[in-house]
């Protein structure tokens, strides 16, 4: 079957430095996306990675190694405004998106 | 452009009872989806339609119908609503398929089946 991992939960301080990690098994794989989802809201897009390697924007960054199945968020600087879900899905080798169940991240001041 | 709508925001059913969810998008996407989303569950997609007049099953269609007589609009229906069907419903779009292809999503419908 198909398979996205990822914690539940994370805390983090305000201007500190934290990592998502991402573990998938899944048929084929396209690409890998994070989304962010602040409670209530509508996910909205991070980032893409698709090739081994660290992709930069801004405060965040996202990591990919294909051959450990693995993939990482990095946010910088957290502000109180990053709090919210960090949804990590993957593309199969039909095009579908298979999502993880989300990890909800607390920033404490 | 406001993006992708949904209508409604909210909705109180009672088990047996019919509804339709309606999602318009303004950004000519070809690709449109509807998803649910759960409490510690991933999202997970109903169906989707590839363009105008064509709609596809996706990991969990089973008492949900769909209709994508216009590119813009992609209606869910429930004909028979069930208490198992309390979620948070999500339609997205997209430009076409591919690899990179980010998806942009409605802001939701919250439904409770009584």
């Known amino acids: 079957g198909q398979n996205i991992d990822q914690p539940t939960e994370m805390t983090a301080t305000e201007g500190a430095i934290v990592q998502i990690n991402c573990t998938y098994q899944?048929?084929?794989?396209?690409?890998l996306f994070w989304y962010q989802q602040h409670a209530g809201e509508a996910p909205t897009f991070l980032s893409y990675?698709?090739l081994d390697g660290l992709e930069e924007k801004g405060r965040f960054s996202s990591f990919l190694s294909r051959s450990k199945g693995y993939s990482y968020l990095l946010l910088k600087e957290l502000q109180m405004k990053d709090s919210a879900s960090y949804l990590c899905?993957?593309?199969?080798?039909?095009?579908?998106?298979?999502w993880g169940a989300g990890t909800k991240l607390i920033i404490k001041p | 452009n406001a993006g992708v709508t949904q209508t409604p925001k909210f909705r109180v059913l009672k088990t047996g009872q019919s509804m339709t969810l309606l999602c318009a998008q303004d950004?000519?996407?070809?690709?449109m989806y509807w998803y649910r989303q759960d409490p510690g569950m991933g999202l997970r997609l109903i169906h989707y339609?590839?363009?105008?007049?064509?709609?596809a099953k996706g990991e969990v269609p089973d008492g949900y119908n769909v209709s994508r007589l216009k590119k813009q609009n992609f209606l869910l229906g429930l004909e028979s609503a069930a208490p198992s069907q309390t979620s948070v419903y999500f339609c997205?779009?997209?430009?076409?398929?591919?690899?990179?292809?980010?998806?942009?999503f409605g802001p939701g419908t919250r439904l409770t089946v009584l």
């Open positions: 899905a993957v593309k199969d080798s039909n095009y579908q998106l298979i």
């Open positions: 899944t048929s084929g794989f396209n690409g």
């Open positions: 950004m000519n996407h070809e690709y």
């Open positions: 339609s590839v363009g105008e007049g064509t709609t």
């Open positions: 990675n698709v």
């Open positions: 997205a779009s997209s430009e076409l398929e591919g690899q990179y292809n980010e998806q942009f």
